[in-house]
Structures are given as C-alpha cells and as structure tokens.
C-alpha cells in the first residue's frame, strides 16, 4: 500500500490493494463463489473494476479475478 497525502502532510491511513482469484470447476460454482467474496469484502473495502472471468486450458478450471481497495489505519 501507499500513504495518503495530503496538503497538510500525511495523514495516519494508507490505502491498500488486494487481487484475489475465485476458482472453480463450473462457470456456476464460480461466480457464486466470486458473489460470496463480493458480499464479504464489501463490507470493508470496495471493488475496483469489474470483475474480470476467463477459463483455463491447462487446469480446466474457471476463474474471476478481483480487485479490492482498502483503508487500513498506521
């Protein structure tokens, strides 16, 4: 993360970025697995972007990728 700052010099928050990956063998499983993050995050952070699905080859398996953003205190 970074520090905030500001005209007055630097406040005591930092804003944090976090990618997460929501994996599974159904296009179904997944994103109600990637809504379930959404839900549980939402509540402290939000989304940046939309969440982003692509299928995999190699593993056969489904993903969405996520973007949060957070305000932790120092």
């Known amino acids: 993360g970074h520090a905030e700052g500001y005209l007055c010099g630097v406040e005591g928050i930092d804003q944090e970025l976090a990618a ?5 063998d159904t296009v179904q499983s997944c994103k109600a697995v990637m809504l ?9 952070g939000y ?3 939309m969440p982003a699905d692509t299928y ?5 398996l ?3 990728m996520l973007q949060f953003q957070f305000w932790t205190t120092r």
């Open 20 to 24: 997460i990956y929501c994996w599974a």
């Open 56 to 60: 995999e080859d190699e593993t056969q």
């Open 47 to 49: 989304m940046a972007g």
């Open 62 to 64: 489904y993903r969405y």
């Open 36 to 44: 379930a993050v959404v839900a549980a995050l939402e509540l402290n």
